[in-house]
């Protein structure tokens, strides 16, 4: 299935709001990450709100936007999957 992730910087620092189409289905997130996983990612001026679409579509590979939590810590899903960090790399050098 298709799926489109806007997304707008909220009021924190790395703070973003997600919003995911799935089909007809529209569901809301609020997603965070550290400094830390910007220095990981060894990209100069990375974009981050590209860095939050695409760590969005990485997660909708395992479960659909439905199945996703409201809040989101990018921290959680790197220290839960070790392939997170290398796979947004590629993405978001390719």
């Given at each position: 299935m298709s799926e489109t992730v806007k997304v707008l910087p909220l009021g924190g620092h790395h703070e973003y709001?997600?919003?995911?189409?799935?089909?007809?289905?529209?569901?809301?997130?609020?997603?965070?990450?550290?400094q830390d996983l910007l220095d990981d990612l060894v990209i100069a001026d990375a974009d981050e709100?590209?860095?939050?679409?695409?760590?969005?579509?990485?997660?909708?590979?395992?479960?659909?936007s439905?199945?996703?939590p409201h809040d989101i810590d990018l921290e959680d899903v790197r220290s839960r999957d070790a392939g997170f960090v290398p796979e947004l790399r590629a993405r978001l050098t390719s």
């Open positions: 709001a997600a919003e995911v189409h799935e089909g007809n289905q529209t569901t809301e997130h609020r997603v965070v990450f550290a709100s590209a860095l939050v679409v695409e760590a969005v579509k990485y997660m909708l590979q395992e479960v659909p439905a199945g996703l």
